[in-house]
C-alpha cells in the first residue's frame, strides 16, 4: 500500500498530515492578516491557490507549498522553519515562489518592501520565471498564484471600478503592465489550462480598466 501522501499513479493526489498541518500553520502564521479591499482573511487566498495547484495536477507537496507560497514573504517565516517543518522539497518550491529584493529573501534583506522597490521586486520574479531552471511544480503554483491574484483584481473592478488601483504599492499602469507580463511569460513557459484562464482574466482587467485612461492615469496619491 502506498503512503498516505503518495497518490496512485492516475488518481487525484492524496491529502495526508502533511497537507493538515500545513492548513493549521498557515493559520497561525496569517492570522492577523486580510485581503487588500476585501478585507477577507488572507487565508482565503492561501485555499484558492492550493486549490487550483491540486485541481491542476499538483501533489500533496506542490499543495503544500501552495498554502506556504507568503509565508516568507509576507509572514517572516524562513525556509529553515519550513524544511524542519515540512520538508526540503517544500521549502525549496516555497523559497523559489518568493520575491527577492536584489536577489535577497525577505529576511536577509534590510531593503523596504513598498512602492520604493515594487518595480524591482517585480522585474526580478518576472525574470526569475523566464529561468528554464524554474520547476514546473513552481510554475504551478506561480500561475495559480496569478491567476487567483487577477481574479480578486477583476472582481473589486468591477464593484468599485479602476479607483481599487490607488490601494497598491504601484498604480495602474505599472500593475497592468506586471500582470499582462506575469500572462505573456507563464503561457510561454507553462502553456495549459490554469495560464489560459490567467490571460482571460488579465484580459477582462485591462477592460475594466480602460475607460479609466480617458479622465487620468491613476497613480497612487492622484486626486
Given amino acids: 500500500m502506498l503512503p498516505a501522501d503518495d497518490p496512485t499513479p492516475g488518481c487525484a493526489p492524496a491529502l495526508g498530515l502533511r497537507f493538515a498541518d500545513a492548513l ?45 507560497h507568503d509565508a516568507i514573504e509576507d509572514a517572516g517565516v524562513t525556509p529553515k522553519q519550513i524544511k524542519k517543518r515540512c520538508g526540503k522539497r517544500v521549502a525549496r518550491m516555497v523559497k ?28 526580478e ?3 526569475h520565471l523566464r529561468d528554464p531552471s524554474v520547476s514546473d511544480a513552481v510554475l504551478r503554483i506561480k500561475t495559480a498564484d496569478a491567476l487567483a491574484n487577477a481574479r480578486s483584481v477583476v472582481a473589486d473592478l468591477r464593484r468599485q471600478g479602476p479607483e481599487v488601483w490607488r490601494r497598491f504599492h504601484a498604480g495602474a499602469t505599472d500593475q497592468l503592465w506586471f500582470h499582462r507580463s506575469l500572462a505573456v511569460i507563464l503561457a510561454a513557459r507553462r502553456p495549459g489550462p490554469l495560464s489560459d484562464e490567467l ?23 492622484d486626486v
Avoid: I, N
Fill in 199 to 221: 490571460r482571460v482574466a488579465v484580459s477582462e482587467m485591462e477592460e475594466l480598466s480602460r475607460w479609466w485612461f480617458d479622465v487620468g492615469h491613476p497613480q497612487p496619491g
Fill in 24 to 68: 493549521l500553520w498557515v493559520g497561525e502564521v496569517h492570522a492577523d492578516q486580510t485581503r487588500k479591499g476585501s478585507g477577507a482573511p488572507y487565508v482565503t487566498h492561501l485555499l484558492e491557490v492550493a486549490a487550483l495547484v491540486l485541481a491542476d495536477g499538483g501533489d500533496e507537496r506542490e499543495a503544500v507549498a501552495a498554502l506556504l
Fill in 96 to 123: 523559489a515562489c518568493t520575491e527577492t529584493v536584489g536577489g535577497e529573501l525577505p529576511t536577509r534583506s534590510p531593503a523596504p518592501r513598498d512602492a520604493s522597490t515594487w518595480r524591482a521586486r517585480k522585474q
Fill in 125 to 127: 520574479l518576472l525574470d
